[in-house]
Structures are given as structure tokens and as C-alpha cells.
């Protein structure tokens, strides 16, 4: 085998921080969904304190790097918190764990993302339905389950596809704190082996075929969600 092909045992390395990828990324996912509903919502509400939250919500987390963010959770607000503590004479101690913080700030910040495309696709949907389910009786809870969010998620879908997409190649800037997800440990097997352009090859096409499969996923569902609709 060529020397820049040998691993030296560490291509199982690279695996399990591939799954812990993936594993970040769908958490990360599910937490950027859910806030990207609750996100829409205070943006199309008719409270002003609603739409001011999701504003603010959206236009700080845009506009600061991922990578700021990250180190702020991580390391900042622990620091800032036992301060805080230590003027008021307490003595505490915060360790958070790099896979909590790591997917629930990646999560927060492309829940950002994911409120504009859920208000873009609520927006979306016919606003006849909506006026003749409320003449039938329909309450604002039952209208939203039966008639929004069924029809909304063909809309949804593609906006979605790209979030998840930036997303989970976003998941290698958690490496600086420490968690061994892909490109923490190719950055360990690179080092130990000396074979960087190998070891980060790999990783970069570990990270292609998770995109590749996700974009065949994405036209699976994209499919599904228009069935029944007659195109133009």
C-alpha cells in the first residue's frame, strides 16, 4: 500500500467521528426545526413584544460568526457565570459537556435560519384555505394543525435542505472544544501519522457523502410532500 494511504490504524477513528457528526447534526437539526416554528410564529403574530424576540432572535445569531458563538457558550458563559458567582461570595465550578453545548449551539444559531424559511413557507400556503376553515368553525390551534402545517412543509422542504446542508458541515468548527466528532479526530490522526493532506481528504469526503446522501434523502421527501399537487 502507498505511504499515503496508510492509516495506521486510525480509519476507525475517522468513522466514529463521522457518526458523532451525523449524530450532532440531526440533534442540531431538531433543535434548529423546533425553533424555527417558534421563531415563524413570533415573527407572523400580531404581538409587537413577539415579532420584536424573533427579530432580534434572527438578526443577532446571522450576524455573528458561528465559530464566536460557539466559543461563547463554551467557554465564556461558564467563566461569566462563576464570576458572577465568586462577587457574591459563592464558589461554583461549571463544566459543560462539549456534546450538549456543541449541538445546542448549533441547533440555536440555525434555528435562525430556519425561521425565515418556516415563514417564508406559512406565507406560502394559500390564505383561501385558511379564511374558509375558520368559516367552518375551525379555532386558530386547529386551523394551524390541520390546514398551515400540512400544506407548508412542500415549501418548507428545500429551505430546510439548505440549512441542513451548511449545517452539518458546520458541525467541524465544534471541534475547538475538544469534542471528537470528524474533523477533531482527522486533525488527531493527521498528527499522529503525519499525513495531513490524507487524513483531511478523507474527512472532506466523508463530508461529501454524507452531503450526497442527503441530497437524495431531500429529493425523497420533496417528492412525498407534492404528491396529489398538479404542477403548472
Known amino acids: 500500500m502507498p505511504e499515503f494511504l496508510n492509516l495506521q490504524g486510525y480509519g476507525s477513528l475517522l468513522a466514529d467521528g463521522a457518526k458523532l457528526t451525523i449524530l450532532v447534526g ?38 455573528v460568526p458561528e465559530l464566536v458563538l460557539i466559543l461563547l457558550v463554551y467557554y465564556g458563559a461558564p467563566t461569566l457565570l462563576q464570576d458572577i458567582a465568586a462577587t457574591m461570595g459563592v464558589d461554583l465550578f461549571i463544566d459543560l459537556n462539549p456534546l450538549a453545548a456543541g449541538t445546542c449551539t448549533i441547533g440555536f444559531i440555525y434555528g435562525a435560519f430556519s425561521t425565515e424559511v418556516f415563514r417564508g413557507a406559512f406565507m406560502a400556503v394559500d390564505k383561501g384555505q385558511v379564511e374558509a376553515a375558520r368559516s367552518v368553525g375551525m379555532g386558530r390551534v386547529l386551523c394551524f394543525r390541520r390546514i398551515l402545517l400540512p400544506q407548508m412543509w412542500r415549501f418548507a422542504l428545500p429551505g430546510l ?12 468548527l465544534i471541534s475547538v472544544i475538544q469534542l471528537p466528532e470528524l474533523m477533531r479526530n482527522a486533525d488527531i490522526a493527521a498528527r499522529s501519522t503525519r499525513l495531513p493532506f490524507t487524513c483531511y481528504f478523507l474527512a472532506s469526503l466523508i463530508y461529501l457523502a454524507i452531503t450526497i446522501a442527503s441530497l437524495l434523502g431531500q429529493q425523497q421527501m420533496e417528492r412525498w410532500a407534492n404528491k396529489g399537487v398538479r404542477k403548472a
Open 26 to 63: 440531526l440533534g442540531s437539526m431538531v433543535i434548529a426545526m423546533l425553533l424555527g416554528l417558534f421563531g415563524a410564529w413570533g415573527k407572523l403574530a400580531r404581538s409587537r413584544l413577539a415579532n420584536f424576540i424573533a427579530g432580534a432572535y434572527t438578526t443577532i445569531v446571522r450576524g
Open 161 to 172: 435542505g439548505n440549512v441542513w446542508m451548511v449545517l452539518i458541515k458546520a458541525t467541524a
